[in-house]
Every structure is written in structure tokens, then in C-alpha cells.
């Protein structure tokens, strides 16, 4: 596509439900990572995938948090029993790199999820 | 650990006039990446500018410039003739270089820019 996009813009949910937020990336990307924007905020990094394989989750903040990207194209984030610190706008980003280059990370929209 | 600080929540500029964002970051590494990010109202993130840590010129982008200072760990962006479209949340954003790593970006909390008529 011509750039990530991001499904659903916007999700509210009650207390304790589930949600999974989904990240299509820019075609032929290698790298795809997730970021947590608070509100005010700088993102902050949550997860990277390099193809279908999860490097690094270090940046989820509970087990609650689980991620995938089963065919190395899209990748879905999901919450589980959502809790209220988790609203947050969530961000997904691709790019071509595969290690030590230059190459840019490019954003999609976000997913602005709010936990009542 | 790497951090950026970004010390000016909020700015303002008159337009066509020059504005500096500042920008500071923390790092044992003698090999990385800078970047700044402009975020709009609409969420969507986009690449203003990038630095490679081992390059002693500093970069520029047509109106936008840096002034990279390595041993200062300082990392400033430099508006030229602003535009009303220039109007947004801006990120400096640090990577480390290298493939043993990610290239997760460690952002700092962003400064707002205001540009007024």
C-alpha cells in the first residue's frame, strides 16, 4: 500500500474487556514495530518484529500485552483484560531495515484507544 | 540507558520568521542516529530530519536545519521562513546503530509548536 494504516482509528472499551488493534504495513517491509503514546506524550516503544519473528517485546508493559505478525505482513496488538492506564493512542511503524541502515521508520495513524 | 529530553513544552513563532527546537539526549554510544519527528493534529507521524551520529556536517532539509553538537550531546532544529503548516508536535528521536540491535527509536516528550499569522 501506499503507506501503514491502522485499524480501528479509534476503540473504546469497558473495563476488563479484550481488544486487538491491527497494523498494515507499507508492502514488502521487513521491520514492523509498536509504540505506546500517551496522551502529552512521546511514543514509547513496545515491540519489534523483523518478518514473522518477535525480537524484542521488552517495552510491553504486562503479560496482559501480546503481540503477532504470523505471516510477517500485518500484526495485530492485543490487550487483554483492558484496564484503564491503557488508553493511549497506539502507533505502528514499518520499515525496509534489516540492520544497520538508514532507512526510515514510517508511522501509520494510530489507534487512540480509550479504556472506560 | 539511552534518553532524549526534549526541555521546551511549548513554542511559538511569528510566521516567516525562525524558530530553534532543543533537544538533549543521554548515550554511551559512540554510534547512532537523531532524528526529528513532526506529528500534526492528525496523529500522523513523518520524518523531518535525520542525523548520523558519525557525520561531523550538519544535516539540513530544505527550511529545516541541525545543529548536532556530539560532545554537548546536543541535538537543536532550526525552522527557517515558518509556515503556518509547520504548526505541530515535534519529537527528537535517538536509534543506535548497528544489527545486533532493534532500531527502536527512544523519543523525548515533544515540544509544540504554535506559528501565528
Known amino acids: 500500500g501506499a503507506g501503514v494504516s491502522q485499524s480501528p482509528r479509534y476503540k473504546v472499551a469497558k473495563r476488563g474487556q479484550d481488544v486487538a488493534l491491527r497494523c498494515d504495513p507499507i508492502s514488502g517491509h521487513v521491520s514492523l514495530f509498536w509504540y505506546q503514546q500517551a496522551l502529552g506524550q512521546g511514543p514509547e516503544f513496545l515491540t519489534y518484529?523483523?518478518?514473522?519473528?518477535?525480537?524484542?517485546k521488552s517495552g510491553l508493559p504486562s503479560d496482559r500485552f501480546f503481540a503477532e505478525r504470523p505471516e510477517g505482513s500485518v500484526s495485530t496488538l492485543k490487550i487483554q483484560r483492558t484496564q484503564q492506564e491503557d488508553s493511549a493512542v497506539y502507533l505502528c511503524?514499518?520499515?525496509?531495515?534489516?540492520?544497520?541502515?538508514?532507512?526510515?521508520?514510517?508511522f501509520g495513524p494510530g489507534t487512540r484507544l480509550t479504556v472506560l | 540507558a539511552q534518553t532524549v529530553t526534549q526541555s521546551q513544552p511549548e513554542m511559538s513563532v511569528q510566521e516567516a520568521e525562525t524558530v530553534t527546537l532543543s533537544c538533549t539526549y543521554d548515550?554511551?554510544?559512540?554510534?547512532?542516529?537523531l532524528f526529528w519527528y513532526k506529528q500534526p493534529p492528525s496523529r500522523q507521524m513523518i520524518l523531518v530530519i535525520r542525523?548520523?551520529?558519525?557525520?561531523?556536517q550538519n544535516a539540513t532539509e530544505n527550511r529545516f536545519s541541525v545543529n548536532f553538537q556530539k560532545a554537548a550531546k546536543s541535538f537543536s532544529l532550526k525552522i527557517s521562513d515558518s509556515q503556518l503548516g509547520d504548526a505541530a508536535m515535534y519529537f527528537c528521536a535517538y536509534r543506535i546503530h548497528g544489527s545486533s540491535n532493534t532500531g527502536k527509536l527512544i523519543f523525548g516528550q515533544g515540544t509544540t509548536l504554535q506559528v501565528k499569522p
Open positions: 518484529f523483523q518478518n514473522e519473528a518477535q525480537l524484542d
Open positions: 511503524a514499518s520499515s525496509a531495515w534489516t540492520g544497520g541502515s538508514t532507512d526510515t521508520q514510517y
Open positions: 542525523q548520523e551520529a558519525y557525520k561531523q
Open positions: 548515550t554511551s554510544e559512540s554510534d547512532y542516529y
